[in-house]
């Protein structure tokens, strides 16, 4: 058997499409991304975001912080943008400096221009299953499941990571959606134990090539989220030997990490509607 790619460029141009047309009859969508420091793998994602956002039609604002920058002075020019109303969305690039409480930086944004969802009240409003501004990845995933009208309802999904940004918000969404989620992390025993039963896999974890072609269930549904740097280039959290046995894969590179992308702006969108009173946000 060879697995059906689920490939994320043809999904996320379409989503970025609707996007400009959303932007074009708002008028103005105001995204504003910090970046503190000069991280090389922060800058190229930020540039990334940026030429998507432009490409959309958003009017978006590349804010560059010395690596010296104290917790105090970000802190400031948070709560300057909150208050900005030509700001619709503020994203703030992790990680930041170590001298940097990123939880307080992230607590201080206004919730509803929390672009990436990342704000306990967004994280809080994900875990009742209300409507909120979620984080970009595991929406990309859901999309990409949609798209293959995979069904989750009573299906048994396993994420691998419990991470805020990917694996918690995904084990929310597929929850939300009746999946039967378990998830998995660096001390959960006997891995494959649990891999075995998914019909739905989710990897976010951080490490080559960890979940193996003897870990996945014939015939089920493997996203790979995983972004690794390695001496091949690179390469996901899935052995691409998976697709033998899998029923649909991601690819990496290709698969989920434009849909973030895309989803990112479909949150910037979002968060103008929730600025113009457009949509209720949940206070
Ligand atoms: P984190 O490092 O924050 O989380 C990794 C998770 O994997 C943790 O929950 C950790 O468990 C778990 N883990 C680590 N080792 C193992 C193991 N051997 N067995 C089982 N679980 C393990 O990473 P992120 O969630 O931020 O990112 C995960 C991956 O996704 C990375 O490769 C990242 O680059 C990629 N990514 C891709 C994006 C995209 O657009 N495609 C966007 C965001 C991330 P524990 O909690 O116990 O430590």
Redesign the pocket.
Known sequence: MSATLITGKPIAERIRAQVAEDVAAIGHIGLVTVLVGDDPASDVYIRLKHKAAVAAGIDATDLRLLEETSEAELLAKVEELDADPQVDAILVQLPLPKQIDEAKVIRALAPAKDVDGFHPINAGQLYLGEPTLVP??PR?VMAMLDEHDVELSGARAVV????????KPMAHLLLQRNATVTI?????RD?AQHTLAADVLV?????PG?VTPDMVKPGGVVID????RTEDGLV??VDPGAAEVAGYLTP?PG???P???ACLLENAVRCSRYRRGELAFPL
């Open positions: 970009a990845t990309g691998i990571g419990r991470s805020a940004i990917v694996g998995c992390h660096s001390r959960t891995l990897a976010a974890v951080g490490v960890m989220v995983g972004i690794n996901g959290d990496v698969g989920v990490g849909m973030t992308i």
